[in-house]
């Protein structure tokens, strides 16, 4: 009874008191971490200079910009470096195109990586698995210039690989440099195989983290291939895929300029297919040398970019929780 007493009381001591808390501060953070931090540091600085210490000269859209003044002393035009760009005949065909293209990016890039990431997943040879991954990967590590002279070794229209064999077998050759209707369908291939193979890096990813009981559960019940695709891998990788689609239309009214200018470039005759915001912003401020309407149109761009992210996150949450962002 004595013995009891005396465990209850130590008991009872121990309760009271409360060990000291220490405080985990950042700066303690960074001493445990230093390599860490010392890693994510360029990143860090690129978004700190590029993406914040770039935010005051948003105002710049509403003045006729001086570099002589700079942003605090330059005239303020009001909306007038907006009227520039939506009062032009090309704005209706620029912003039509930017989105049209995005959007057959984002689908069909969207179908092929996943498609792709499946195909590797069920491949059972693991040799040849690699070969296979390693192939879809280079073309990303390709610069576009390099990918516009591979186009144009296939479409030219004297030497051309594909008019030689349009030739071979007697068909009518094309001048596709010269015909601006079958470029969305170019753009939208050159697109996927340029970057289908990286994307699917991120679904195969999120394959592999699928618990392997649930395949082995399935198996027992009698299920095939395809009917674990569909039943398991599909609806548990469908918030990375909603994840990366939401992450793709915030940049929606931003077309790929290094891809189309350096495929289609100055090109005039591609323009009404081809012709996105990017590239004409680009030759608008060449020709003009306006920097405000530059950052008007900029602007532009990521309001409206910050609308579908918002809205679209917002019906990807009322629908699909789990593959919401916010």
């Known amino acids: 009874m004595k013995v009891k007493l005396q465990q209850e009381r130590y008991t009872e001591k121990l309760v009271r008191v409360k060990p000291q808390e220490k405080r985990y501060t950042l700066l303690t953070d960074i001493s445990r971490n230093r390599s860490c ?3 994510v540091l360029p990143a860090l600085l690129y978004t700190l200079v590029f993406g914040y210490l770039t935010l005051p000269y948003l105002i710049s859209a509403f003045q006729k910009f001086d570099y ?3 942003i605090f002393d330059s005239v303020w035009v009001g909306f007038k470096n907006f009227e520039f760009f939506f009062k032009s005949k090309n704005a209706v065909i620029v912003t039509r195109n930017t989105i049209r293209l995005n959007v057959l990016f984002i689908t069909f890039v969207t179908i092929a990586s996943v498609a792709l990431a499946v195909y590797l997943n069920e491949l059972k040879n693991r040799k040849f698995s690699k070969f296979f991954q390693s192939t879809y990967l280079f073309p990303h590590f390709l610069s576009w210039i390099v990918v516009s002279y591979i186009i144009f070794g296939l479409l030219s229209t004297n030497f051309g690989i594909v008019n030689k064999i349009f030739r071979f077998f007697n068909l009518k050759t094309i001048n ?8 969305t369908g170019i753009l939208v291939i050159m697109r996927i195989w340029k970057t289908a193979g990286m994307q699917a890096v991120i679904f195969l990813a999120a394959i592999v983290g699928i618990d392997k009981q649930l395949y082995e559960a399935a198996v ?3 299920a095939g291939r395809w009917k674990q695709i569909t039943s398991i891998t599909l609806p548990l990788i469908a918030p990375t895929v909603a994840i990366v689609t939401l992450l793709a239309i915030g940049r929606i009214m931003y077309a790929d300029f290094g891809m189309i200018y350096a495929i289609i470039g100055d090109n005039g ?3 009404p ?3 996105v915001i990017d590239t004409y912003l680009f030759r608008t401020l060449r020709l003009l040398g306006n920097p405000a309407q ?4 900029g602007l532009y761009q990521a309001a409206v970019g910050f609308v579908l992210v918002y809205g679209s996150n917002w019906l990807v949450r009322k629908t699909f929780k789990e593959g919401a962002l916010f």
Not at 294 to 297: G, H, K, N, P, S
Request: hydrophobic share 50%; net charge negative.
């Open 37 to 39: 931090y010392v890693m």
């Open 68 to 70: 002589r003044t700079g």
């Open 176 to 183: 596709w440099y010269a015909t601006a209707e079958p470029w």
């Open 220 to 222: 027992i019940d009698g």
């Open 269 to 271: 005759i591609l323009y």
């Open 273 to 275: 297919t081809a012709d």
């Open 294 to 297: 530059a950052m008007a149109v």
